[in-house]
């Protein structure tokens, strides 16, 4: 299956459906003050079936082991739970946190700076980064 790697027109509810997600993790990520949130799910905004997203992440989680950059876990989800994407909070660079976003054909990435969540476009053309304010309020932590 072949998947755009080139910047694309999205649609407005899509970019405005990016805005408003929460994080699901099992802890939350202690790194330095910069991190990305990344998926490899519904590569260019293709909704797939759970099981070639499953093997998208996988290969995600084995590309970055071997990168040995650090990581731990973390799910995008709609506001009502019906829509969640795995993917991971990854201490990296800017610049590689675009280059895996990119390699993995996502529309979009999620940057946290100084506890200040950002969205990043990255395969959106026409769609300028967005600052959805503080980290905290977006995270839910399992208890």
């Known amino acids: 299956m072949e998947f755009m790697s080139t ?7 899509l970019w405005q459906q990016y805005q408003t997600v929460q994080f699901l993790c099992a802890q939350k990520p202690v790194f330095s003050s910069q991190f990305a949130i990344i998926t490899a799910c519904n590569p260019a905004g293709e909704v797939l079936v759970e099981k070639r997203n499953s093997a998208l992440h996988n290969t995600f989680e084995k590309r970055l082991q071997g990168l040995e950059l650090p ?3 973390m799910t995008g989800a709609s506001l009502d739970l019906r829509h969640q994407e795995p993917g991971f909070a990854i201490s990296c660079r800017f ?3 675009m280059q895996l976003a990119v390699e993995y054909h996502q529309n979009a990435f999620y940057w946290v700076e100084d506890d200040q969540l950002w969205l990043m476009p990255c395969l959106a053309a026409g769609r300028s980064e ?3 304010g503080p980290f905290a309020p977006y995270i839910r932590v399992a208890t």
């Open 7 to 13: 910047k694309h027109a999205i649609p407005a509810a």
């Open 71 to 73: 990581y731990v876990e």
């Open 95 to 97: 610049d590689q946190a």
């Open 130 to 132: 967005v600052n959805l």
